[in-house]
């Protein structure tokens, strides 16, 4: 993509000058196109009898058009031309090449080298100013195209972008930034899915903080908005490997999905999810197990089969939680699926 039409990609006013370079060593030649073109009001003409500087001033001033003398002291026309083609900032500009003779076997080269138009020198008024409009005229609207394309492909990537954000956000709590219920629902249908599949354990931890509802009384609802925040951090990075998910489950309630984790591995998960909020030493005053905030934790560790269901494994871990609070909380239990009771851990 040349500068040109990087310019107009990025959102620049497309001039409706028609900007013309004529590179010729001959000052008469350069004078006779001057006043062919002085009427003509859009059409603003750039001169240079430096060939070797050719590049160069196309690549700085963008023309829409350049017309490109072929006999040149020290640097061949021909050469030129192929240049400018070479060259990602000038390769799809016009060229109109000016020759001193209409030689059938120099105009081939000419356009084999990439040259758009022929012109011998010098040319008609009417004739030079219709072909330097035509080819504007086509340059301009591909740079148009150009900058529509860009732009439209532009918006679609923000289109993408947004809407991924959108479901990112969708997609979170919003106040702990943890994984919201809809997510967690999905996730551990897929979960049962993909262990039934596999043969391995899938585990289900349900936490809830101790108390909630009297931190609220007693420090106000903004520090028990702070409380949740600090817990469901502390929970994060504890459970961190890449098909984990901790999620806010409900009010005080988050849960813990870890595939491929047998109950051994879910009580040690589950006790260092324990220490961790421990560690935190979160001020609770009203809580009548510890000085601290502290949860009380319901682990189900299970190889499902094709009867098992994301209701079953919140219901079996949902008992193991509810004997974690009987029993005193401030510590984590195990469903044993073969037993109607869970054991104290």
Do not use: W
């Not at 758009?116 to 010098?122: E, I, S």
């Not at 936490?207 to 520090?223: Q, S």
């Not at 009867?307 to 005193?328: T, W």
């Amino acid at each position: 993509m040349d500068d040109r039409t990087l310019q107009l990609d990025m959102g620049l006013n497309l001039s409706k000058t028609i900007k013309v370079l004529l590179i010729d060593d001959q000052a008469i030649v350069a004078e006779g196109i001057k006043d062919m073109l002085s009427d003509e009001e859009d059409i603003e003409l750039h001169y240079s009898d430096d060939p070797a500087n050719a590049i160069t001033l196309a690549t700085e001033l963008q023309p829409t058009v350049i017309l490109q003398d072929l006999v040149l002291p020290d640097v061949d026309g021909m050469t030129l031309v192929r240049f400018y083609r070479g060259n990602d900032e000038t390769k799809n500009i016009p060229i109109i090449v000016l020759s001193s003779k209409e030689d059938p076997a120099v105009k081939r080269d000419a356009f084999q080298y990439g040259a758009n138009d022929y012109l011998v020198k010098l040319p008609d008024k009417i004739e030079l100013i219709a072909r330097i409009r035509s080819h504007a005229k086509q340059y301009m609207l591909q740079l148009e195209r150009n900058a529509a394309f860009f732009a439209l492909s532009e918006m679609q990537k923000q289109l993408e972008k947004t809407n991924a954000e959108l479901e990112r956000l969708s997609s979170l709590d919003s106040l702990t930034q943890l994984a919201n219920r809809r997510i967690f629902d999905a996730t551990l249908e897929q979960a049962i899915e993909t262990a039934n599949r596999e043969n391995k354990p899938l585990t289900l931890i349900l936490i809830d903080i101790d108390f909630f509802k009297l931190f609220n009384d007693t420090y106000g609802h903004l520090k028990g908005d702070g409380c949740l925040t600090r817990v469901a951090e502390a929970l994060k990075e504890i459970a961190t490997r890449p098909a984990d998910l901790v999620a806010r489950y409900g009010g005080e309630e988050f849960a813990v999905i870890a595939p491929s984790t047998d109950e051994a591995g879910a009580m040690k998960l589950a006790n260092n999810l324990n220490q961790a909020i421990s560690s935190l030493k979160i001020e609770h005053g009203s809580s009548s197990v510890s000085e601290h905030v502290s949860i009380s934790l319901g682990v189900y560790s299970y190889i499902p089969d094709s009867k098992s269901s994301s209701a079953s494994f919140i219901k079996c871990a949902d008992k193991a939680l509810y004997f974690a609070k009987e029993n005193g909380r401030n510590h984590s239990e195990l469903y044993k699926n073969d037993h109607d009771c869970p054991i104290n851990m």
